[in-house]
């Protein structure tokens, strides 16, 4: 599987996933959002930079409970809890925010 | 039905695990796997201890360069199981200090203990295993 951006090909897998997280930009985020019908805002962007930030320094992707702790810590009780995050990302903050951020899909995320 | 966000708590059996790292990080893909199954039992809360023994120390050492193997460097992931609350971190001493190693070269804090320390701490587990 592909997605286009700018008319650049970006390889994913068959869950959508980037093959290749160093080839990520912010358009492939916009552009997957798009596909799913949603619109991605600074609230959404803020989960998505704090995501790759993540993974920059400890190479995984962080299980849903682990992320939503640490939003907490970095960006106040208000964001960090489940509510907050799901409201943003209905299809689980850490599957979907993690795949718009180019990363690969959490680890015990079945 | 309750909302996702709702189904955060996990309700099944808490279970104390050990699991035993013997091996050096890369070369075969026990450390690897294993440290992928320590976070999928910290994601699911369970009651996670490490033990790092034998060439296993060698996966928590500092300064880990992959390059001209080509393989993934995954030291930095050891720094993430805080967060998952997994704190439970020992080393064995003879491990440590054969290979000339303290434990300012590793990339976590960890306990260090000896055998007989490390046999009660397996006395008190539920599920020990091995990689």
Redesign the interface.
Known sequence: MSIEVNGKVFETDEEGYLADLNQWEPDVATAMAKEEGNELTDAHWEVINFLREYYEEYQIAPAVRVLTKAIGKKLGKDKGNSKYLYELFPYGPAKQACKYAGLPKPTGCV | MS????D?ELDGPVRKFMYVNRRAPYGTIYALESL?VV??A????QDVTLVFMDDGVYQIKKDQNTDAIGV???S??Y??LE??DVEKLYVEKESLESRGLTTDDLVVPVQVVNNDQLAELMEEQEVILSF
């Not at chain 2, 910290?42 to 809360?45: K, L, S």
């Open positions: 909302e996702p966000w709702e955060d992928e976070l999928i910290a994601a699911f809360e993934k460097n995954f930095p992931t720094r993430a967060g998952y």
